[in-house]
């Protein structure tokens, strides 16, 4: 039984998450929202405590022996008074409990809290960022100061740009110069007096500006190329939409995401730049999920793609799910009749597209979570199956 102290948080890892769905039940999974002192929210030692409230009358109710149902949580009602807790956070915490298991990770952030008491754990909130990238780069833009930072772990590590490459479009126009000059100068003739030249041609200071510009990016483009290498790691612009718009154009980076964080770069990198890129790095993840869906419906026969959760949860049971998608404002509650092969005991009613998920990754598949409305035919759940 494992002893009942206060954990630090852990990073979101998919070999934790496979020794945890492992576990039988009762399996409780608490979700907390960010929280900073002061803010009009419910303080997380107060929401904690309500909620651990909320598990024992349920734990009550499924007739769980108080003896168990007190060692149950008593690592939980800890967390009230855990300082770290108390000190609040910019992430979430996805937190689970059963009686050989207790883990608590620190995760992008939830809207608002859940509590769930069941046969198994709810891991569909973290399927997103369970198939995030472990690491992408973050390219702050702009013409006073470019900075690149490597994002892992739910944090920014500032990364120096190879020798000779500018920071500052000042900077870069004290290397070299334009290649070009879009206004030019001619010889006047006798009939011009004491001029000594003639202006002509369609420059303009704007457009002589841009060319600055452009070339000033390029060579950033060609830093980070040089500095993130050919391993195509997501690459997340943010900057003011005339400094991206632009930078796409010029862009040879194969992995650079299709959404940027508008406006000034100067924000607080861990309050206010750091989640928008988090969010912009799992929305690519979930739309590269979509289109795997689309194209397997495509391409495979009829009988490798179901949308009947019955039959998926029987094949999930089997191992024949390779890969399960489900819709993320779906639930479908319902008891699991199913002989599971990780000897997860009944529950009665739960959600059963949870338990699908959880029988996909017990049999080594995989699951996602799929914005709303993105499964084909209106379906709330679907797999690919291996046979």
């Known amino acids: 039984m ?78 009230a008074a855990d300082p770290e807790l108390l000190a609040g956070s910019h992430w979430g915490r996805a937190i689970f409990r059963s009686l050989d298991v207790f883990h608590q990770f620190a995760v992008t952030e939830f809207a608002k809290p859940m509590l769930q008491v069941g046969g198994c754990f709810e891991i569909r909130p973290i399927l997103t960022e369970l198939h995030s990238p472990s ?26 740009l ?42 303009s200071a704007k457009e002589t500006q841009s060319t600055y510009l452009a070339d000033f990016y390029k060579a950033v483009d ?6 993130l290498g050919p391993a195509s790691v997501p690459l997340v612009l943010a900057g003011v939409d005339e400094d991206t718009v632009l930078y796409r154009m010029i862009n040879k980076y194969p992995n650079l995401l299709a959404r ?11 309050h206010d ?26 391409r495979l026969a009829p009988a490798r793609f179901s949308t009947g959760l019955s039959s998926i949860l029987r094949a999930a049971v089997e191992g024949r799910v390779a890969r399960l998608y489900i819709d993320a404002a779906a639930r479908m509650s319902g008891a699991f009749e199913g002989t599971r092969k990780a000897g997860l005991g009944h529950w009665g009613e739960e959600d059963l ?10 049999q080594g598949g995989l699951a996602f979570v799929l914005p709303t409305g993105r499964i084909p035919d209106g379906a709330s759940i679907a797999a690919i199956l291996r046979f």
Do not use: W
Request: hydrophobic share 40%; glycine share 6%.
């Open 260 to 270: 940027s964080i508008h406006g000034s770069p100067g924000g607080s990198m861990e």
């Open 353 to 362: 597209l949870n338990i699908a998920a959880v029988e996909t990754m017990l």
């Open 135 to 160: 690491e992408f780069f973050l390219l702050r833009l702009s013409k006073k100061d470019v900075e690149v930072f490597r994002c892992a772990g739910l944090r920014a590590e500032s990364l120096e």
């Open 222 to 227: 060609r830093g980070v190329r040089q500095l």
């Open 2 to 79: 494992t002893e009942a102290k206060v954990l630090a948080l852990e990073s979101l890892q998919v070999e934790k998450i496979h020794e945890l769905i492992r576990s039988p039940g009762p399996c409780i999974t608490l979700l907390l929202p960010p929280y900073r002192p002061g803010e009009q929210a419910t303080p997380l030692a107060a929401l904690v405590k309500s909620k651990v409230q909320e598990a024992a009358r349920l734990l009550t109710q499924a007739r769980i022996p108080e003896s168990v149902t007190r060692d149950l949580l008593e690592p939980l009602a800890q967390l």
């Open 162 to 203: 190879p020798k000779g490459v500018p920071h500052t479009l000042e900077e870069a126009l004290a290397f070299k110069p334009p290649d070009h000059d879009l206004e030019n100068r001619s010889s006047a003739g006798n009939s011009t007096g004491a001029m000594r030249g003639v202006r002509f041609g369609t420059g």
């Open 273 to 298: 730049i750091l989640p928008q890129a988090y969010a912009i790095v799992q929305s690519d993840c979930a739309e590269r999920a979509v289109c795997a869906l689309q194209d397997s419906k495509e």
